[in-house]
């Protein structure tokens, strides 16, 4: 089969992929795969939508390419095809950052108003956990925990943080962590914490980015 323009063949494909990540739904059930394999009940638990909705997005994530669904007994557990969706996703997530007056909004409004300090480095987190001298919590509810997270953390989910704060060490800097650089939950933990007079910080990314950089992973036992 001859193809008469091959180049606009091609591009008629990347634009598959393109489409299918043009929806904002897409793009959080994305993050939320991103965390570890889920089936379609969970996922849309999660995100709290109908089934039917969450599915049909799911299938035509994975016409695209992008999930990839795997059969367990009578259930069907969807995943990130590989990393390079995750990079695609950070791509996309980028050029709004930088290019859209909405997005500077948003951040300045909602996201800085809780925490404008820099964020912890995955490099200086893993020296600050060598030496001894943070404590890192991960505020992931505890299923998503359990999928992998970064060795050494305490699994505080955002609803316990007053409670866990009691009786943490008020000497020690906390570093909470969750789904990804937006993600509101370490935010809202940081604000929480620093208001009760913690010293607390976010890490710049998430669990995914933590995984794509091939940082160690631990899982619950």
């Given at each position: ?185 370490s935010f809202e933990a940081v604000a929480t914490l620093r208001s009760l007079g913690h010293s607390a910080r976010r890490l710049e990314d998430g669990m995914p980015e ?12």
């Open positions: 089969m001859s193809i008469r323009n091959p180049k606009q063949a091609l591009y008629e494909q990347f634009a598959i992929v393109a489409k299918a990540l043009g929806h904002p739904l897409r793009l959080e059930m994305i993050e939320h795969l991103a965390q570890g394999a889920r089936g379609v009940e969970a996922l849309a638990g999660k995100l709290g939508q109908p089934i039917a909705n969450i599915s049909q997005h799911l299938q035509a994530l994975r016409r695209a390419g992008i999930v990839s669904a795997e059969r367990d007994g009578k259930f069907v557990r969807y995943s990130l095809a590989d990393e390079s969706v995750l990079s695609a996703f950070a791509s996309v997530r980028a050029v709004a950052e930088r290019r859209l007056a909405e997005v500077d909004r948003i951040v300045r409004g909602y996201f800085e108003a809780r925490d404008d300090m820099r964020p912890v480095g995955r490099e200086e987190l893993l020296a600050l956990m060598g030496d001894g001298l943070v404590t890192l919590i991960d505020v992931r509810p505890a299923d998503e925990f359990a999928l992998g997270h970064v060795p050494g953390a305490i699994n505080v989910p955002l609803g316990e943080i007053k409670a866990w704060s009691r009786g943490a060490a008020s000497d020690r800097e906390v570093i909470a962590y969750c789904r990804g650089p937006w993600c509101v939950m933590w995984k794509a950089a091939g940082l160690p992973v631990e899982m619950a036992a």
